[in-house]
């Protein structure tokens, strides 16, 4: 073997190496890692829309979606009025996306825990329903579980009811509200913290 061949194996060699501690560096700079080729997310973990942990936002609720005259009897200038102010529409993240929900969801891990959703074995007299759990997971058993998303329509009384959710790291925020012919009312608001297995529920709940 000559010189030049020897020289060209050595740039090789180096060449791989960074390339290889490169994509090292840049997988354990993501906020996930891939287990039994399932994405596992497990630092600064966020889902939902972030204004359902401000209790003062979800308080403006009440203030701000009352319509005039009734959804049916409000005119067009009414109506456009009311969604201009009503504070329940700065809510974001799309939520309906889980009327279709079906099966498990995998979110994240912790501690060996892994914390899933899935469809909620409950009933509803409504016409149209749905309730999403958040479950703990431990050895293939589950620990405990907390409803985070429903929806329920009673289609002749014109009322709608619904629970959406904000997760943020070990943090749960839960609003349940309902929208009638009046508006958009809140039910409850409720902060739970994820304590290895269990979801707690805090000192920092309201009923409306």
Not at 86 to 111: D, H, M, P
Not at 134 to 147: A, H, Q, R
Request: glycine fraction near 4%; aromatic fraction near 14%; hydrophobic fraction near 30%.
């Amino acid at each position: 073997m000559n010189k030049f061949n020897i020289i060209l194996i050595m740039i090789l060699f180096v060449s791989a190496c960074k390339s290889k501690s490169k994509k090292n560096k840049q997988i354990e700079n993501k906020p996930f890692k891939v287990e039994n080729n399932v994405v596992i997310k497990n630092i600064n973990f966020e889902d939902g829309d972030k204004l359902i942990s401000n209790l003062d936002f979800i308080k403006s609720i009440n203030n701000t979606c009352k319509r005039v005259r009734g959804v049916i009897d409000d005119n067009d200038i009414q109506r456009k009025d009311f969604n201009n102010r009503c504070k329940f529409y700065k809510i974001s993240y799309n939520y309906n996306v889980f009327r279709g929900f079906e099966g498990q969801k995998q979110l994240f891990r912790k501690n060996n825990i892994r914390y899933s959703l899935g469809v909620a074995n409950k009933n509803s007299d409504s016409d149209d329903y749905k309730f999403i759990n958040l479950y703990s997971i431990k050895n293939g058993k589950k620990m405990d579980s907390l409803t985070i998303y429903s929806y329920q329509n009673y289609i002749e009384a014109l009322v709608t009811k619904g629970t959406y959710f904000y997760i943020k790291n070990d943090k749960v925020f839960i609003y349940e509200f309902n929208e009638d012919e009046k508006g958009i009312h809140n039910n409850k608001w409720s902060e739970y913290k994820i304590e290895k297995d269990k979801f707690k529920l805090s000192k920092r709940n309201i009923s409306f």
